[in-house]
């Protein structure tokens, strides 16, 4: 990455990217007028600005989680999700030349309430990623987010489909969404060793707005390969210690955590990254929702790197990690 026409050819590998927030506005628009869904407003422009983040103000955990309601909605049928499948794989090669893309979503939240089919909303997304990976030269493969508000017996469900479709695409299974106060990352230690026995990947969201400690509840129950985010585990050098001793790999979002405000700023962003360096945390550099967040990997990787809160060579691991540490084999 030492010069612009380097960096242009390098192949980057991304590993906690959200098919909700992963779609340009543009083809979100065409998706939801194809369906006759009536938005609220006829505007484009207003369309655009209502599913993405303003650079120049920030919004909470919680707002930044609302703006999925009409993305989630407007993906929400085997038609929609096929084609947004599609659009993200190739997008990510012709942008950034992204070789390997990992893909989360909760197929639950596409199905409108049970209305649609489930398991056609898992073919219509291995579809979309058969032809994404067709066209263009790229490895990918989707996991199954389970969500905190849901109950147990759905997220079992999801787990089971994930299983179902493990040699069609689906490498791995997450854990996000809101916070919920009855939601015990403990009780999902069955499931969890049934996808790993599975052989699929397991990542967990935690240490984003949850504070440290949630991090080593995640390692203690859930045994997972990758945590996505996982920045508070900063606050702390016996999770640090911890994430180490497992080879735990973060999946760290930089521009998604400002802003959200789970980061407070830059001189915030180096004291974390020093910490997972002097540690020896295991890290990649990823960007949650590109569109969404107006970003991408490349901008993300250039942003550290211009603001020296990581070097060019921690750059270069943490993408050589991102390949090796994929869930796609």
Partial sequence: MASDNDSKLAELAELHVHLGSSVDPATMWEIAHAQGIRLPTKDYWQFADMITVDKNSRKSFDEYLELFHWTDFIQSSPIAVERAVYQTIAGAYRKNNITKLELRFNPMKRNRNGEQDLDHIFMAAIRGLDRATLDYPVKAGIIVCLDRKFEHKLNSIL???????SSRGV???????????EFRYEDYKALYAEAGGAGLGLTVHAGEEEDHSSVSRVVENLSP????HGVKAAESEDVMDLLAKHGIVLELCPTSNLHTGVV?????????FKAFNSHNVKYTINTDGPEMLKTNLRNEISFLIENGIISEKDAAS????AFSSSFIK
Avoid: F, Q, T, W
């Fill in 159 to 165: 787990v089971k489909k994930a299983i179902k479709y």
């Fill in 225 to 228: 390969d990758r945590i996505g």
């Fill in 264 to 272: 407070s700023g830059i001189d915030h962003l180096k004291r974390i």
């Fill in 318 to 321: 943490a993408n050589a990690l």
């Fill in 171 to 181: 490498v791995g299974i997450d854990i996000a969404g809101e916070r919920n106060p």
